[in-house]
Every structure is written in structure tokens, then in C-alpha cells.
């Protein structure tokens, strides 16, 4: 694909040489985003980070990612702190916002909002989740993290085995990573979930179709004994009608560490797109996986500022140009990249 100018919407845009290429440059913005170098290849630029829907890393990583190329962020967050609380349109405020920014990234609940807005930008646009449709950079992160958590056994994407647990109804990243999977060889993956909460029957279709192999189970305990990869995600409370209907799932699968011990590989990674649910009701990861050191959760949440950046610099057309925008790190940066 060209990146150049180009609006980043679904997975369905990449090829397997293109996630391929933003690995690469991906890998190359480790010294940045770790602190041991500064670069201000994007000094001037400025992103419009427009969060239309509550998020944590997402918002933040979009926002670090830019700064740390050396480009400035200007974002609003939440519908009620915007002008589409009074009536304005995705079109207008695609039209305004992108006067004043060099890209957008945004997020918003309704599924095609974000390729609407893009529809009307000047400038490019990244989707930074469009309700249970979605999540494209999440996508590229989670699949980035396993082939580094992966690589370490000697194992690839390739004949990857990956069980993905809980609401794989709503749940945009693990339909958004399902497809991105598809562009690799011989994937088997494993869909554990309540049969009311079961991943789209199109996307499985799509991955069998592309000779991949699918299994669908409501079976934690049987199905997570043979994966290189444990996925689990939340129950999307805020796409249920109601609290009470998602309440009928919460709790439903709990992956702790005894539950770990009994029944996974010993060298099964642990991941989560976050936020994890870590109320006594939900659960879904218990923290006392936390000391674990299969446990990737944090090294995704890191992998997502390369990720992010990677994007910015290979849309904006400066990711050859990264090393020679060079300054050195002058201010204590501490230990935290070093676990
Ligand atoms: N994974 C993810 O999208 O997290 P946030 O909702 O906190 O952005």
C-alpha cells in the first residue's frame, strides 16, 4: 500500500508486506520511544487527536508517539466537551479540525464514524477505534508484540496457534487482529467465548476461507491447553443494551495464575488489549498473573507507542528521515525500559 497521505481505517487496507513494513520502522523507533535518543523529525507538525469515546492508552500513546517524533498534539475528548453536542456534524468538524492539523487520530462509537470524518479531512486520518467495528493500530500492536513474544522461541506468525477469550462479538480488537492474522500461513485459532458472544461468523468465514483454521468453544479450561498465545479480552459493557445484560457474562471466564499453572503450555503468552476488567464481578485476568513473566500485557502497551509512531512517520513520509532529526537524551530517564 502507499502510506503516504493515506488515511489508516481497517486492517483490511494491509498486506502482509505492509504490516511487515511497519514492523520495520516499528523496530527502529525503540531508542526514541526508550529514551536514549531524541528525534524532531516532526518538529512543527501538529496532530489532532480527537477521542470522542473514553480511553486510556489509545489517547495517550497517539499523543506520545507524535511528541516523541518531535510534533505537537492539540485533542479534545468526549462527545459532551465537543461541538457534536450541539449538533455539528462529522463532516464539519472533519473540516474544521483538519485546518488546523497535519493528521488525525480519533476515536468514536459509531461503527464508520471515523471513515466518515475521513471522508471530509484534508489531512489524513488514523482510526483510533469506531464502535464494535474497528481498531486498526491495536491490531498492528497486539500482532507486533506476539511475533517479538513469539521470536524468543524461535517460533513465528506463521503456524501460530492463538486462543482468543471472552465477548468476541463486540470486541474490535480481536476482530480487527483476526483479520490481520489472515495475511500470514497456517494460523490456528481457537475462539472461546458464550455462544450468544461468538466472533462474527464473516470474519471466521474470512480466515477459513484463507485456509486458516478455526475453532469455536464456550470451553476455557479444554481449549487454552495448546496455544502459543492466550488472548483474553473484556465483556464491552458500554455495546450491551444495558449493564444487567452484560452482567449475564461478566465473570464468565477467568484466566488466573492456578488456571495457568493446570492447564497452558509453559511457555503460553499472556496478552489483553486492556483496559482489563479487574472488578471482583469481571475479572477476566486476574492480577495475580502480574508477576508472571508470560505475561505481556505492559510490553503491549509499550509496543503500541512504536507502533503508533511507526504510522505517523510512514503516513507523514519521513520514516527515512527519522535519524538525521538526532539529539541527545540530557535529563535522567530512569530504569523502566529495562525489565
Ligand atoms: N486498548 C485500548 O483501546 O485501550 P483504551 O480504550 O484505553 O484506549
Known sequence: MQFAGSHILSVDQFE?????RVFEVADRMEPYAQRRRITRVLEGAILGNMFFEPSTRTRVSFGCAFNL????????TGIESSSLSKGESLYDTARVISGYSDIIAMRHPAAGSVAEFAAASRVPVVNGGDGPNEHP???????????KEVEHSGRSIDGLRLAMIGDLRHGRTVHSLSKLLACFRNVSLTCISPGELRMPGAIVEFLRSAGHTVTETDNLEEAIGHVDIAYATRIQEERFSSPEEANRYRGRYRLNQAIYTRYCEPNTVIMHPLPRDSRAEANELDTDLNENPNLAIFRQTDNGVLVRMALFALVLDVAEQVADHETRVTWYTGKRFND
Open 16 to 20: 502482509r508486506a505492509d504490516i511487515e
Open 69 to 76: 517524533l518531535g510534533g505537537e498534539v492539540r485533542e479534545t
Open 137 to 147: 493500530t491495536q491490531a498492528l500492536l497486539d500482532l507486533y508484540t506476539i511475533r
